[in-house]
């Protein structure tokens, strides 16, 4: 992992003035859209002797909902809407998010806002502010260790469920360059993940790599890649529901995850 980011870093320091005008090009050119309304909700299933099962989604500009009006139609309101017909159970859930944050900053300023006493399971999607601040492999660990450990000590019987990292290399809006440098940083801040989430109990990274032309083919969907994007950096509404989908079936399938979400029933 060391070897291939310096590597990568190497190359990238006499392109960094490139970079830079290239991205205030591409902030210049991409809306800034307004995170989604409606930040917590419930879906119920047709079963009073099954307990709720409460859902916090937590992150950034994916979390927040940025490119949709609505959570319900986005990322939170899909995966509450998939869990519950995957676990058939009720599903309350609720977004602590917010567009820009960093790992660290959901740390010191999300994380002591959650309110609720309580919590089954919750989804934490990160990286892609990390990857365009340029943060390095072992400062992003360290967050991420900070994150996880924080959440346990709030919440220490709670499944932690970390989702894939932004495909930043299908991103439209982003240049040649700009896709090569940071979609191969968020890859390794992948990497990183993956082993940060091998030290803890409860706490698992679902890091299959996104790419467009492996969803249309995982979902059978008729789409053409430009619907994936609201602004050519943001989801649409169809991958968020298509992420949400996909994150959902990998909840389910995972046995010890569920165990721990399907208690019996008193």
């Known amino acids: 992992m060391s070897l291939k980011y310096f590597a ?18 591409i902030r210049s050119k991409v809306p800034q859209l307004p995170e989604a309304k409606g930040n917590q909700g419930s879906v119920s299933i047709d079963d009073t002797k099954s307990p709720t099962l409460k859902l916090i989604t937590l992150g950034e500009s994916t979390i927040a909902g940025v490119g949709v009006t609505t959570h319900e139609v986005g990322f939170s309101g899909t995966l509450a809407k998939e869990l519950a017909k995957e676990l058939k159970r009720s599903i309350h859930w609720k977004v602590y998010a ?19 006493k309580e919590i089954d399971l919750i989804v934490v999607g990160l990286g892609g ?22 959440l346990q000590r709030k919440f220490p019987d709670t499944s932690i469920v970390f989702c894939n990292m932004p495909p930043i290399k299908e991103f439209p809006a982003f240049t ?14 992948g990497d990183s993940l993956n082993q940060v989430v091998s030290e803890f109990d409860q706490v698992y990274y679902f890091g299959e790599t996104i790419t467009l032309k ?28 298509t992420w949400a989908k996909d994150i959902a079936r990998k909840i389910n399938a995972n046995k010890e995850l569920c165990t721990s979400l399907l208690k019996p029933i008193a």
Not at 8 to 25: D, E, H, R, V
Not at 106 to 116: A, K, M, W
């Open 176 to 189: 040649k360059l700009i896709k090569f440098t940071l979609g191969n940083l968020v890859e390794i801040l």
């Open 98 to 116: 917010k567009s820009g944050f960093t790992a660290k900053k959901v740390t010191t300023d999300l994380i002591p806002q959650i309110s609720e």
């Open 214 to 241: 492996g969803w249309i083919n995982k979902f059978d969907l008729k789409e053409q890649p430009q619907a994936f994007f609201s602004d050519g950096v943001h989801p649409s509404a169809l991958t968020y529901q």
């Open 8 to 25: 990568g870093a190497l190359l990238s320091i006499p392109l960094l003035p490139m970079m830079y005008f290239q991205g205030k090009q």
């Open 129 to 150: 502010n990390d990857a365009f601040t340029l943060n390095t492999p072992w400062r992003w660990k360290s967050d991420m260790r900070k994150l996880i450990r924080t």
